[in-house]
């Protein structure tokens, strides 16, 4: 690929600022995205190119005519080129499987 160049994934998010040589980029490398686009908040940026990501949603139970909080914890792919703490709020997208548990890639941060 060319220096600089960034493919349009085909979903409607800004592009990072900054340019990668990671070949599971969504923008700078050959990872295609598919799926379902989730919105979530990082929990974890301790790995290698790796975070966790946390979707809370609410549960209904039918017996106590209620609502409980649940939770739900995504590996995901981190490409370099988009900067993330803990605590934000990303988009992250479905891809291939890209390890045995990462088959989401963050596409942005916050809102896109």
Avoid at 14 to 21: R, W
Avoid at 46 to 66: A, C, G, L, N, W
Avoid at 75 to 91: K, R
């Amino acid at each position: 690929m060319v220096e600089n160049e960034v493919r349009d994934i085909g979903v409607d998010v800004k592009a990072p600022e900054k340019s990668c040589d990671d070949d599971n980029c969504p923008f700078h490398g050959n990872l295609p995205v598919r799926g379902r686009i989730i919105r979530g908040v990082v929990e974890s940026v301790e790995m290698d190119k790796s975070v966790t990501v946390r979707k809370d949603h609410f549960q209904y139970i039918p017996k106590y005519e209620r609502y409980e909080k649940r939770k739900s914890h995504y590996p995901t792919h981190h490409p370099p080129c988009i900067d993330i703490d803990e605590g934000d709020e990303v988009q992250i997208m479905e891809c291939r499987p890209i390890s045995k548990s990462k088959s989401y890639v963050v596409i942005s941060r916050g809102e896109g």
